[in-house]
């Protein structure tokens, strides 16, 4: 590394990450969408806190320790190294000017000219690892997550110095949150403050193309892009769970030609029924789902014959609750899908069960189908037959989130049929993800 005692920062800014830079409030949220730099100005504020201020002790922290190694601090390593910063971190330096600390496993050191700056390292989803800290500055990256009281104990750590307190928060928005209150609700202008940026804002300076910026919102639903991509404040776990559905996706009459049957299934034990969708992926990449098979005290076994009568010449892709492959709801001593597989056989059925597929997290599902019903480019992709699938059509209009799960609101015959088609669609058409396309900042404003 360089040994330049004092590197120049000349990174050019845009106009949100200056003024987050150049605020002259003591605390500071950047709340902003996906791909705005929102780690490139944290790493900027911890360079600009060490080199302005070294004889104060910082804090640099994320959610959890993945995000903050493979992140946060992998994203401030690339600036200091880019600037020719002498560091280590978990290690007591050797350099004039170390302060002394009981332990410096966790401990970021800089050497800033003839002096050493200090930051502690630190996962935010447990408070007590803040306690016993004393501190001047902090970076909170991401608090999403967050809980309200791991702020509060930042902020009580905050007593290293008289008079001077400075903390960024770097984050996507969640919703009406504590981050939601205290930096934009009830923002005073003097000891907290805030900025908002648009992701689209980013294609508008040049830094992100126009395709990938599509492809983000093609990723996913209309709500979850307000709020991953235009920084809106908006509760994804709360209201109706399949929001995104309405007439435009209903489609009667559908008529499946000769290429393979997906079957999206779901297994409940009485007075739940058993409900499995049955649909098709088009050429076009449309999905039907034409026909729903389902009833209250039937075994598994009677399941699949009415399955084997009605699809007897199809290839039946089979996918549904990993629960299928370990136990059974029918009390016969096999688990469900060796029930099923032993009746498909017997009666000479084409068909493959995905018996290795783990559920995915029921918030990643459900987002699923609410961005295959609509995504965040209004693109529908997924139809439905409202006459010969009933219980799908009513989980798609009354099933909600309530307290942080799906909801029937006391109907046994919710939520059941769209569970069934969500572990399928989840396996064949899955979340998608952009490459990342971020450049170099291209605005004037800097801020040294």
């Not at 009830?186 to 805030?194: M, S, V």
């Not at 739940?272 to 209250?296: R, T």
Request: some cysteine.
């Amino acid at each position: 590394m360089s040994k330049n005692p004092r590197p120049t920062i000349t990174t050019e800014l845009l106009p949100w990450q200056y003024e987050a830079l150049t605020t002259k409030c003591n605390h500071f949220a950047m709340l902003c969408g996906i791909a705005v730099g929102k780690s490139f100005t944290g790493a900027h504020f911890v360079i600009k806190m060490m080199t302005e201020h070294p004889e104060m002790t910082g804090l640099i922290c994320a959610n959890t320790y993945s995000q903050l190694s493979q992140a946060t601090l992998a994203e401030l390593f690339l600036w200091l190294d880019r600037y020719g910063f002498e560091y280590l971190i978990d290690k007591k330096p050797k350099w004039k000017g170390t302060r002394l600390f009981k332990s410096y496993e966790n401990v970021l050191s800089v050497r800033i000219n003839n002096t050493v700056a200090h930051a502690f390292t630190r996962v935010m989803s447990n408070a007590d690892a803040l306690r016993g800290l004393n501190l001047s500055w902090a970076w909170l990256d991401e608090t999403r997550d967050t809980p309200e009281n791991t702020h509060d104990v930042v902020m009580s750590r905050m007593r290293e110095t008289h008079g001077f307190q400075r903390s960024l928060i770097t984050t996507t928005t969640a919703g009406e949150d504590w981050c939601w209150k205290r930096f934009f609700q009830g923002a005073d202008g003097i000891n907290f403050g805030y900025v908002r940026a648009k992701t689209i804002q980013m294609v508008e300076a040049g830094i992100i193309a126009q395709s990938f910026y599509d492809s983000m919102r093609a990723a996913y639903s209309p709500q979850v892009a307000a709020q991953e991509l235009d920084a809106e404040f908006v509760s994804v776990l709360e209201g109706r769970a399949y929001y995104s559905a309405d007439a435009s996706n209903e489609e009667h009459n559908y008529q499946p030609d000769d290429f393979e049957l997906f079957v999206g299934m779901d297994f409940n034990f009485s007075p739940a029924p058993c409900a499995w969708v049955v649909g098709q992926i088009a050429q076009d990449g449309i999905v039907h789902c034409f026909d729903e098979i389902s009833a209250k005290e039937i075994s598994t076994f009677e399941m699949a014959r009415r399955l084997a009568t009605k699809y007897p010449d199809h290839h039946l892709r089979i996918f549904g609750d990993a629960s299928g492959n370990r136990g059974t709801t029918s009390n016969a001593g096999q688990t469900d899908y060796s029930q099923i597989s032993e009746v498909l056989q017997a009666a000479g059925v084409s068909f493959s069960i995905d018996v290795n597929q783990a559920n995915p997290l029921v918030k990643d599902r459900v987002e699923n189908m609410c961005r295959l019903l609509h995504d965040g480019n209004n693109k529908l992709t997924l139809k439905y037959d409202p006459i010969y699938c009933p219980l799908l059509h009513n989980d798609l209009r009354k099933v909600q989130w309530k307290n942080g799960k799906l909801s029937g609101n006391g109907d046994n015959d919710l939520t059941h049929a769209a569970d069934g088609l969500g572990y399928a669609m989840f396996k064949l058409l899955p979340p998608r993800s952009g490459k990342n396309v971020m450049g170099k900042n291209i605005a004037s404003n800097k801020y040294n």
